[in-house]
């Protein structure tokens, strides 16, 4: 039928990957067509701080598990608010970290 619109797929948000003090950060956000249970809002994301190969800070959303972030070894929830709250959630625990 002619001025239907299909099923929205998802859409690329931001994307980075830069070298940042010790090590490295790289990240990826979408905005989805559906939330990721058990979230509520319409994006899927990886955000993640690396120094010589681990992971010293991380933020993502996955099916079952939800919005949490890594500090070290720790996991623990997270609030998402919207994008740009989150990346400077991100870059703070990334400072921090240094």
């Known amino acids: ?42 994006y899927k994301y990886r955000l993640v701080y690396v120094v010589d190969g681990v992971r010293v800070v991380g933020y993502d959303n996955e099916r079952g598990k939800g919005d949490h972030r890594h500090i070290g070894r720790k996991e623990m929830s997270y609030r998402f608010v ?4 989150l990346l400077k959630d991100f870059l703070r625990d990334v400072e921090e970290a240094q």
Not at 16 to 38: L, M, N, S, Y
Not at 82 to 85: C, G, L, R, Y
């Open 1 to 42: 039928m002619r001025g239907m619109i299909g099923p929205m797929k998802a859409v690329l948000v931001h994307q980075f990957k830069q070298v940042f003090g010790r090590g490295r950060i790289e990240g990826v956000i979408w905005q989805v067509p559906d939330a990721v249970p058990p979230t509520r809002h319409g």
């Open 82 to 85: 919207d994008v740009p709250t």
